[in-house]
């Protein structure tokens, strides 16, 4: 029996988690400590895809080593094979009706009870895992695994709502117009990164979810399925299928019924797979939706008006929050001569040397481990390029892989505005320093737009207006989210919704209602209530 639809309802108002300090003696310090403790205690934990509710143990184990730890893993977790990889697809098919169905007030009470979960009672066993798996010291896994999750949940509600009240404001004379937001015809395939346990998730627009989690972030992702599952989502609606790659990519994206790709990860992987799925475009049955949000080389500008410290803080947070490993982190930075001279050089270096390293576990520790092996190397490859092709390293330069996979914050001062750290993307604790001349300013601003492929985040500091102005016109297109004398990092949801464009991604800005549009195909309905009575027009008659 189908199910009555008895009032207009509204969500309960949305406003932005509150974050927690952590600071010395606060409860919150001691719950996380206990939870981590608990966690250490139990630890390695077996992790098994998840395919209609149910658990499924392939046999083929691989582990999620711990950064800070690499001798110990988090968790040892079961592979999707190609028979779980099928089980997830057709379980995923056969929920899509009764979910897209599902009144939406249903489901949007579900999202609102897993976002009461992850701020609540899951709260520090999510950030145990993601500082303990995914090496974020405590700030750090609280602005992701707590307080950006719960955000995307209630705001995606949210704006799900404010799409669905998106009709038409015209009527003809005795009809009725109005559209619906249908879920896609088959189903989406999710991939997710190591460095954000909060994804926002199509399923709250009615579709169903095949999820292939970040090898490096499985544990913490599993929890998170648990939590959709207790908040009441129906099984078969999201499937939890970790694996290799290669192989579960390729038989997702080789069946008829994929729908669209909701990927978050490196460019490379990204055009790898816009490739594979045009070549199977024959194979489907509509044109799939493709959105990501991929890499970025991202700068900020110090204008010689510039207030000297709060750029030198901004850049130290920027560059080296999450030793680096955030799409948004800050990369490239170009200072007026004036400015450089004048005390941001001597600033910048004199932080970055108080800035400790060290496990996530304390709490004094501002950068933690790389998440692992292939990012340590890339990393420490990078900062011998830089020195073999005349980069001065500033301060840094070192790097530890005996225990833990701990590269110190490094600053590279270079005279080539297009040198190898300039222009590529790092994805670690480097910063590469380019000094112009204050009469260049604008000549800079075009370089800072050419030299790269990308066109993530971006910051301009200034307190001249012209200044800021005349940066923004220049980098309209450099930058998907632009900041003034602030950081290029730390969007929050509802109030800077983030994404790139370039080779950034597709810029369906994450945190707003605009990435929904992406998940849904709108029908228009038109009921007319008084019948025609003639099929001649006016002009017709003699």
Request: proline share 6%; aromatic share 10%.
């Amino acid at each position: 029996m189908a199910t009555p639809q008895l009032a207009a309802f509204k969500v309960p108002a949305v406003s932005n988690e509150p974050m927690r300090s952590y600071a010395p003696g606060s409860e919150e310090r001691r719950a996380l400590q206990v939870a981590i403790a608990q966690m250490e205690k139990e630890l390695p934990f077996e992790v098994p895809c998840v395919v209609n509710g149910k658990t499924v143990k392939t046999g083929k184990l691989a582990k999620q080593p711990m950064p800070h730890d690499h001798a110990k893993h988090l968790c040892t977790y079961h592979e999707a094979d190609q028979a779980t990889v099928s089980s997830a697809i057709e379980g995923a098919l056969a929920a899509k009706a009764d979910w897209e169905a599902m009144p939406w007030n249903d489901r949007a009470a579900i999202f609102l009870k897993a976002a009461n979960l992850v701020s609540g009672k899951y709260r520090y066993k999510l950030m145990a895992a993601t500082i303990l798996g995914q090496g974020k010291n405590a700030w750090q896994a609280e602005i992701d695994a707590a307080a950006e999750l719960t955000d995307f949940l209630r705001f995606g509600v949210k704006y799900v709502e404010e799409l669905y009240a998106q009709q038409p404001s015209q009527n003809t004379p005795g009809c009725w117009n109005r559209v619906e937001y249908r879920a896609l015809e088959g189903f989406v395939f999710a991939i997710s990164p190591f460095n954000f346990t909060a994804i926002g998730a199509p399923a709250l627009v009615g579709n169903t979810v095949v999820w292939k989690p970040s090898p490096a972030a499985t544990y913490s992702n599993y929890i998170v399925h648990q939590i959709f599952l207790e908040a009441g989502i129906p099984p078969g609606v999201i499937q939890f299928i970790p694996g290799p790659a290669e192989e579960v990519v390729a038989q997702v994206l080789g069946n008829p019924n994929f729908a669209a790709l909701h990927f978050t990860g490196s460019t490379f992987v990204f055009k790898k797979l816009w490739k594979d799925i045009a070549a199977n475009l024959d194979k489907y049955k509509g044109y799939p939706r493709i959105v990501g949000e991929t890499g970025g080389k991202n700068f900020h500008i110090i204008h010689p008006s510039a207030e000297i410290k709060n750029a030198v803080m901004q850049t130290i947070r920027g560059a080296f929050e999450y030793q680096g490993q955030k799409c948004s982190a800050l990369s490239r930075l170009y200072v007026a001569s004036s400015i450089w001279n004048s005390g941001f050089k001597d600033q910048l270096l004199e932080e970055t040397a108080k800035l400790k390293v060290g496990s996530p576990m304390e709490f004094t520790n501002f950068i933690g481990p790389v998440i692992g092996r292939p990012a340590f190397d890339k990393i420490t490859g990078y900062i011998k390029k830089a020195k073999e092709s005349g980069g001065e390293i500033l301060i840094g330069g070192t790097a530890d892989d005996s225990v833990g996979y701990y590269v110190q914050p490094t600053v590279i001062l270079s005279k080539d505005p297009k040198s190898v750290t300039m222009v590529e993307e790092i994805f670690g604790p480097v910063l590469t320093v380019y000094v112009y001349e204050d009469a260049d300013f604008e000549k800079t601003l075009e370089l800072i737009d050419t030299s790269s492929p990308y066109a993530l985040t971006g910051s301009i500091f200034s307190q001249d207006r012209k200044a800021l102005l005349l940066a923004t016109n220049t980098l309209r297109n450099s930058a998907g989210n632009v900041y003034y004398n602030e950081k290029c990092t730390g969007a929050v949801v509802g109030q800077q919704p983030f994404g790139g464009a370039r080779a950034s991604g597709t810029n369906d800005k994450a945190g707003s209602m605009s990435i929904f549009y992406r998940f849904v195909s709108a029908r228009s309905i038109k009921e007319n209530f008084v019948g025609l009575e003639d099929y001649l027009y006016p002009s017709n008659l003699a």
